[in-house]
């Protein structure tokens, strides 16, 4: 196993131990899942994609690897140890430290993205095991920056198929399991309602 995997493999274990709500998995999500989180993405359009978790940035380069320019992507994590190796990873890829609670408010930080539309966002954050508070601030500001093309992409570790009642207020597009991973993961695709 290359020794950058290994290191980001020890980073995500020390977040999980530190702070396993927050972190959500022992280990960083597989290249399979991380192309069926891109898969759910349409190419069609040219706005920004916001990844939500970026962690050491599993998911992030199969949204790279689909297409998706690094100019079109801005990833956030709340935490900075994440955020410092992320960056390292993507120097070419905006990566910024912050709650995704406070999205817009983040992303209006970014003099050059504030005129910017938001087309889809990408979302690994454990909505399960967050503060339920969290998590309704959380979609609502997923809501507001959604346009109604807008899609949201989720995965959780939850196999059955029914879609998140924290999400409520997106509609569910289309929904599979990804058995190559540890542990399994749901992708819902949801669309602004
Ligand atoms: C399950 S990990 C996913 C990491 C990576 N995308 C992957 O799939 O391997 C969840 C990530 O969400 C981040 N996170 C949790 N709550 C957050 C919040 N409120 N705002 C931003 N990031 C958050 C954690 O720090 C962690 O890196």
């Keep these: 196993m290359p020794i950058k995997t290994l290191i980001s493999y020890a980073l995500f274990g020390g977040a999980f131990i530190t702070d396993l709500k927050t972190t959500g998995s022992v280990i960083p999500s597989s290249p399979f899942l991380g192309r069926r989180m891109a898969a759910g993405l349409p190419k069609d359009d040219d706005g920004l994609v916001v990844e939500l978790g970026v962690g050491t940035g599993a ?3 199969s949204l790279i690897e689909s ?6 992507l ?9 955020v410092r190796w992320s960056q390292k990873r993507f120097p070419d890829a905006r990566i910024l430290l912050g709650d995704a609670s406070k999205l817009r408010e983040l992303l209006a930080s970014q003099p050059d993205l504030r005129d910017r539309k938001v087309s889809h966002v990408v979302s690994s954050l454990p909505l399960k095991s967050l503060p339920k508070d969290l998590v309704r601030a959380i979609a609502d500001e997923v809501e507001e920056i959604l346009p109604p ?6 995965f959780t570790y939850d196999l059955r ?7 409520r207020q997106f509609h569910l597009v289309e929904s599979s399991v ?8 749901r992708v ?3 669309q602004a309602a």
């Design 74 to 82: 801005v990833a956030v994590d709340c935490s900075e140890e994440m």
């Design 188 to 190: 819902s695709v949801y």
């Design 149 to 154: 093309s807008g899609r949201l992409v989720q």
């Design 67 to 72: 297409g998706i320019d690094h100019d079109r």
């Design 161 to 167: 198929p029914q879609p998140d009642p924290h999400l």
């Design 178 to 185: 990804v058995w190559c991973n540890f542990p399994p993961a």
């Design 59 to 61: 998911i992030t380069k």
